[in-house]
Nanobody, 115 residues
């Protein structure tokens, strides 16, 4: 089983920055991918950024102001966002895909961007 624990959310002013962290534990010897999704009220969950086979992929809405990184030794994935906008307000979920457990999700961390 895989456990994902997120941290770093909160209230941020528009134009500000934040860094989210997600630490994975459990059966994580082989990881196909890690990343971040978000879900705003009344909207579907959407990809923010992920890393698969070493390749980084970003949603168009965050490209250029967001960096995803991974520390393999710590089984941790980070999401750094700059130039935050009110439309970035959402619950951010950590995601991981492994061969044994498929897709796993964290509990979510709220990010609120005030205008």
């Amino acid at each position: 089983q895989v456990q994902l624990v997120e941290s770093g959310g909160g209230l941020v002013q528009a134009g500000g920055s934040l860094r989210l962290s997600c630490e994975a534990s459990g059966t994580t010897s082989i990881i196909y991918g890690m990343g971040w999704y978000r879900q705003a009220p009344g909207k579907q969950r959407e990809l923010v950024a992920d890393i698969k086979r070493g390749l980084r992929n970003y949603a168009d809405s965050v490209k250029g102001r967001t960096t995803i990184s991974r520390d393999n030794a710590k089984n941790t994935v980070y999401l750094e966002m700059n130039g935050l906008k009110p439309e970035d307000t959402a619950v951010y979920y950590c995601w991981m895909r492994t061969p044994w457990w498929g897709d796993s999700w964290g509990q979510g961390t709220q990010v609120t961007v005030s205008s």
